[in-house]
């Protein structure tokens, strides 16, 4: 029903920038629109967490050890989010996934993920 595609990722030095894009594509999008779009990382045996999520109304939230350092933003028509991720550390490392809930249902989907590589 919602497809989430996820660009951006890659093998960057610390202290460098990545910018990560989401697009939401699917037909029920239009019919009940996206709440909230976020990322979440996960790094190897670790679990998933919570990086930075953004409503319908531009909320926005952020985990703490990235607060500063990166900016979640939408475009104006609320289907693609970014991640612009500054002074990357290597603890930074991790696969992030995309994430949308949409309106009324709640329903969450999950891009396919993205590599983020922060060598030290």
């Known amino acids: 029903q919602v497809q989430l595609v996820e660009s951006g990722g890659g093998l960057v030095q610390a202290g460098g920038s990545l910018r990560l894009s989401c697009v939401a594509s699917g037909s029920i999008i239009s019919i009940i629109g996206i709440e909230a779009m976020g990322w979440y990382r996960q790094a190897p045996g670790k679990q998933r967490e919570l990086v930075a999520t953004i409503n319908s109304e531009g909320t926005t939230n952020y985990m703490d050890s990235v607060k500063g350092r990166f900016a979640i933003s939408r475009d104006n028509a609320g289907n693609t989010v970014f991640l612009q991720m500054n002074s990357l550390r290597p603890e930074d490392t991790a696969v992030y996934y995309c994430?949308?809930?949409?309106?009324?249902?709640?329903?969450?989907?999950w891009g396919q993920g993205t590599q983020v590589t922060v060598s030290s």
């Open positions: 994430n949308a809930v949409l309106k009324r249902t709640g329903s969450h989907y």
